[in-house]
């Protein structure tokens, strides 16, 4: 139980287009899910946290106009990068939380801007 | 604020040799605890868990005890395979304004040699 999936693993678009991965929870709803942003070699990143039907609240120095948040169900949520840049190339991964103490990661997204 | 110091890699070890990766937190109130493990090229896997203190977790040959007059949960292997390489996470869960987010470390690479 509690899996978590990402779509796509792998995308490569070219510079000032946008892109959206979705994160879906497969065998619950998630009431929270959350966005993550990680580095080569480096730890996870918290980028934002959404609640189904309410807007993302965004960590500090993330840009709520370029990584657009959109949880519109129990087991969907979507991060699009607007406009993206060579520098936005990175792995995202999604979590999800039953409004419980632990959260069920997906697979992870590999973002590469040309 | 909360925080998770772990002990940085890589750490390089032999098969069949004595796993420790130390990890500490700074925490208000009570967090639970976690280890996750991340392969090259994918998202994160549940190790263990420990939500109180006293807990072990424990899975797959790893074990890890919530201790909380050292606030450490450092995890241990008796005999690591070349399999195990990869790298491991700790990460504590704590509530924030009615929301759970997790703080992760920075993470330990392992690498076991044949």
């Known amino acids: 139980g509690a899996v978590v999936s990402q779509h796509p693993s792998r995308v490569i678009c070219k510079s000032g287009t946008s892109v959206k991965i979705e994160c879906r929870s497969l065998?619950?709803?998630?009431?929270?899910m959350f966005w993550y942003r990680q580095f080569p070699k480096q730890s996870l990143m918290l980028m934002a946290t959404s609640n189904e039907g309410s807007k993302a609240t965004y960590e500090q120095g993330v840009e709520k106009d370029k990584f657009l948040i959109n949880h519109a169900s129990l087991t969907l949520s979507t991060l699009t990068v607007t406009s993206a840049h060579p520098e936005d190339s990175s792995f995202y991964i999604c979590?999800?939380?039953?409004?419980?103490?632990?959260?069920?990661f997906g697979p992870g997204t590999r973002l590469t801007v040309t | 604020g909360d925080s998770v110091t772990q002990m940085e890699g890589p750490v390089t070890l032999s098969e069949e040799a004595f796993l420790t990766i130390n990890c500490t937190y700074t925490a208000t109130g009570y967090p639970s605890l976690f280890w996750y493990v991340q392969y090259p090229g994918e998202g994160l896997q549940l190790l263990l868990k420990a939500t109180k203190a006293d807990d072990k977790g424990s899975n797959k040959g790893f074990e890890a005890t919530y201790r909380k007059e050292t606030t450490s949960f450092h995890l241990e292997k008796g005999s690591v395979q070349v399999s195990d390489s990869a790298v491991y996470f700790c990460?504590?869960?704590?509530?924030?304004?009615?929301?759970?987010?997790?703080?992760f470390g920075t993470g330990t690479r392992l690498k076991v040699l044949a």
């Open positions: 979590s999800a939380s039953l409004a419980s103490y632990e959260q069920y």
């Open positions: 065998d619950f709803q998630a009431t929270t």
């Open positions: 990460a504590l869960s704590t509530a924030s304004s009615g929301t759970y987010k997790y703080i």
